[in-house]
């Protein structure tokens, strides 16, 4: 017991200081390492040079890829915003609706999907996030509900890896798992994009069930076109790409039927804006929003779908030996086919195509990582503490205690163990290398099913990308909010709390009905 609060020390703290501190991200973080790293050289008896390698290590991987493909992001964003043609987006999605609940739908919950499905490393928070307020909305409503948006399709995020990878390291099949992982996520690909739509609702003065006039039937269809693609594609396809056809068809179904049952009408939820109903020839709109169709063809021709290309970048790597301690291995630095280097080359080409000068296009990159110099502090800090945290044991104690405690309603609690991991590391995937083997450890144990457990540890990492520092961190960045961390945690822990429940659930009684 006493372990196990000693372990959760950083976590208990960094909560206390986001929430009840009020304090900004990139303090809090950096004293939370100094207590993980205190704690594992005085109570882990984990050795200095291991401890500081540890941290370095964490420090890279902060700088390259995330921080990397964060500051591309928003790079993006920012240079769109220069070159005044944020305005023509904003003409053509008002085009399709003016109502805001429909546009957060399109935009955070699709168009978020599909680039988690795609890229993943905070560009479903940072990208659609600053297109949602170069169409007028709130910065900080901006970051919390893209942040809630990013949460199923995370399991499925990068071209599937969390999921691929939890098979790979539990040893269960990545079709079979990837299946699984769907069907626990179900529930909450339904709920989401209603929780999106209240969450808009409100921000716009609606109470209660009145955020829904109108949208209610538009939002149940935005989930079930997401849903029963995803189900399709982990069934015959394979868990590479279920988030990705299934945001695509999400966001092509929502569309059509706002044009069928919206068309014409006018709500309080309109966007007010006088620019709205002026029509974008094909070419402006093509100029437009060239940087971010550029981002999505390098994303997608360089990705695991196109060998041929993937292949010889992938290659382009680096291994380079940091951590000293037992079990080390070398951190890979992948130095083209890694999406914040195709994001950055897609916007320097969209850049040149509106027609800007090179001299301004770094002049707004220079703005931009001056910009995220606090975020690049609290992700070094968020990354170097969850190392520690993982290489002292500090993580596999708090994951032994729960085991431990639960016994035969452990399903109960192992999509918690999952957010842990991700709330520590920032990374679905990271969850997946330190749990999966444990879940599957743990259901051999109890007579369960693997498969179904090792899924479970999935479909929990996705909830704690929603509190998880590190994203907090990229949202904060990509709509300008940093300071405002705590509002943000505030914001997002009670749809936290209910993913954990309702995934808790599904693990639980789903267990009965698997075969």
Known sequence: MLMFLLAMLPIIFLIIALSGLKMPGYKACPIALVITIVEALFIWKQGPLEVATGTLEGFVMAIWPICLVIVAAVFTYNLVVHTKNMDVIKRMLTSVSKDKRILVLIIAWGFGGFMEGMAGFGTAVAIPAGILIGLGFNPLFSAIVCLVANTTPVAFGSIG????TAA????TDPMQTAVYVVLQLSVMVILVP?????????????????????????????????VIPQFLTAKFVGAELPAVIGSVICMAVTIIFAKLLRKGKTTEFDIESEESSESVSLKKGLVAWSPFILVLIFLLVTSSLVPAINGPLASVKSNIPIYTGEGAAPYTVTWIATPGVLILIAAF?????????????????????KQMSKTIITIMAVLGTAKVMGYSGMTQNIADFIVSITGRFYPLVAPLIGSIGTFVTGSATSSSVLFAKLQYSTAVTLDMNTTWMVAANTIGSTAGKIISPQSIAVAAAATDTVGQESKMLTGVIKYYIIFIIIYGL?????????L
């Open 168 to 171: 790979n390291v539990a040893g």
């Open 161 to 164: 890896i969390p999921t691929v």
């Open 194 to 226: 209603f929780f999106v739509v209240y969450m808009t609702g409100k921000q716009c003065g609606a109470k209660g069930l009145s955020a829904f006039k109108g949208v209610g039937l538009i939002t149940l269809i935005s989930g079930v076109a997401f």
């Open 349 to 369: 080409i969209g850049g040149l195509i509106q027609k800007c000068p090179v001299k301004e296009i770094f002049k707004v990159l220079g703005a931009t990582v």
């Open 506 to 514: 599904v693990a639980y009684f789903g267990m009965s009905l698997i």
